[in-house]
């Protein structure tokens, strides 16, 4: 497992990469001599086990990029050696000998990493209390879990990541779905495919044309048609509970941004994000595990991927609140990255074990879950985004662009947010002055609304345990889990609790039991 955390604060979208921010510099940095390992875990195995595309616009942002990064660790590289001593960085340590690292200390410019020791392991002896039940006994720890052994590499000792090797880089897939095979028997990612190349050129002429003008979005890697015509379908299911939801916020709050600002507290600035995201790390304890990245040009809140084998949480500092960060720590880590990491050990963890146990698609309940547990404790717990979202893309499959623009007005004022909306309803398509969606984005609220319908009889901590799996297929599958080195987030060992707040969510949005039997089996 990775033995630091690294954290970056810059992240520009989408001419910039990530490892781009990954040099100290002598005279921005404090001496900290401690025995360290932080070996990389391999791409082969990480790569899907985060299956949150959905989750945000940016998930594979760094994919284009990742062409100009060889060069630019070159340059960084022969700079840093002029200017210090060689010693080994976090993204350049392969190996398992004890090593002494440069640490910044937080809140310093430059887009600096920030390296800290890893907390020991905490070990739950009870994991939940009573109802909840497990098949047979979960071993249930902080943050241990079997990998497969990393192969030795000859220690390096240089000042930057070492120089790539010269074989041509096939475009890499940092987070995928579980999307099927495409036509040539090759693992197909759409998000990689609809994601625009000239959205900041098209957002201008937008803007100037004072919002009369359709963009008309180029792709770099245009989506194979079947795949998009298969997510191309919008539904109109949980439609008016979307609305409803939205209404009552605005009736409560007068307006969106007003309701953020109420519920959400302030901005937090670049440090006082990094104390939050370590505590809550601690009390997970997997401090040393993800490298967290800080950006303002996520479209997005946050995202889960992987990048060069490595789990990283990248997160949109323009939208982090004070009383929000925590819920989106609780999406992205406590549900994607522990349902992800305790997936690896299931048989179903490959597609051939998923097609052998004919497994349902792991969303909407991935999704939908990590959704829950975004408001789950907030005084007000309404599913605005959700609904938002789920809205949108309804209304993005009978309008143009400029229409939905409009449309979505009634709800949200300010123009940049709206726009941002648009693009996630409109993406992978090229004329958008046609009716047509990418209807993902209904994923959030559906499996929303599927998990509150059966709250009573969902074993949510079996749900984490069991890794990338719907709610509807772990009764069959919790006699054939691994029940050793499992994670379960600290949120939901305290099942009473859980569960009082999934009632209150209930609650503030106005759902009824009856109302859900009537919409889900």
């Known amino acids: 497992m990775l033995e630091s955390i690294r954290v970056t604060e810059k992240l520009h979208w989408p001419e910039q990469e990530l490892a781009k921010k990954s040099v100290l510099h002598a005279e921005e940095s404090l001496m900290a001599d401690s ?48 200017c210090r ?9 392969r ?38 039940k497990f098949t047979h006994d979960i071993s249930v720890t902080g943050n241990s879990i079997a990998l497969p052994p990393k192969p030795k590499v000859k220690r390096r000792h240089v000042s930057t990541p070492p120089k790539p090797k010269p074989q041509p880089q096939p475009q890499p897939q940092l987070s995928r779905s579980f999307e099927k095979d495409d036509f040539s028997g090759k693992k197909f990612c759409i998000l990689t495919a609809i994601k625009p190349t000239n959205l900041e050129k ?4 937008f803007f100037k044309s004072d919002y009369t003008y359709n963009p008309q979005f180029e792709y770099a890697n245009p989506s194979l048609p079947s795949m998009l015509a298969k997510h191309s379908n919008v539904s109109d299911r949980f439609l008016k509970q979307s609305i409803n939801i939205m209404e009552l916020t605005l009736q409560k709050y007068g307006s969106y941004e007003k309701f953020e600002q109420a519920t959400g507290g302030s901005l ?71 349902r992800g990491i305790n997936n690896l050990q299931q048989p179903w963890n490959s597609w051939t074990g998923r097609r052998k146990l004919e497994l349902k698609p792991n969303n909407p309940t991935e999704e939908g879950l990590a959704s829950i547990h975004s408001v ?69 609220l559906d499996g929303i609304l599927r998990i509150l319908r059966h709250r009573q009889t969902i074993n949510f901590p079996l749900l984490t345990a069991l890794g990338k799996v719907s709610y509807e297929d772990v009764d069959r599958l919790k006699g054939l889990a691994v029940t050793e080195n499992l994670r379960v987030p600290h949120f939901l060992l ?3 609790r859980y569960m009082e707040h999934l009632e209150k969510i209930m609650e503030v949005n106005e759902l009824t039991d009856q109302e859900l039997r009537e919409l889900i089996c």
């Open 376 to 444: 789950l404790f907030r005084k007000d717990p309404f599913l605005w985004r959700a609904a938002l979202l789920y809205y949108t893309v309804h209304q993005a499959g009978h309008m143009s662009f400029c229409e939905l623009f409009e449309d979505i007005g009634r709800f949200v004022q300010d123009p940049n947010t709206r726009w941002d909306y648009c693009v996630r309803a409109k993406r992978g398509w090229t004329d958008t002055s046609q009716p047509g969606c990418f209807s993902k984005d209904q994923v959030y």
């Open 494 to 496: 305290d099942q009473g």
């Open 35 to 82: 025995k360290r390992s932080s070996p990389r875990l391999p791409p082969g195995i990480l790569k899907d086990i985060f299956t949150t595309g959905t989750s945000s616009y940016n998930v594979l942002l760094q994919s284009k990029e990742e062409k100009k990064h060889h060069s630019q660790k070159q340059s960084s590289s022969a700079c840093s050696k002029r």
């Open 95 to 132: 190996g398992k000998d004890p090593r002494k690292m440069r640490t910044p200390a937080p809140g310093m410019s430059g887009g600096t990493w920030y390296c800290l020791a890893r907390q020991p392991a905490v070990f739950v002896t009870s994991p939940v209390s009573n109802p909840a």
């Open 202 to 205: 098209e957002k201008l002429k």
């Open 85 to 93: 001593k060689p010693s080994k960085t976090p993204s350049s340590s």
């Open 268 to 338: 937090l600035s670049k440090p006082r994000i990094w104390s939050h995201v370590r505590k809550y790390m601690t009390k997970e304890g997997c401090m040393g595990e993800i490298v967290v990245h800080l950006t303002e040009d996520l479209l997005s809140r946050a995202s889960m991927t992987v990048v060069n084998g490595c789990p990283t949480l990248t997160i949109n500092v323009s939208t982090a609140r004070e009383h929000w960060l925590e819920g989106m720590l609780r999406h992205e880590i406590g549900t994607h990255y522990f």
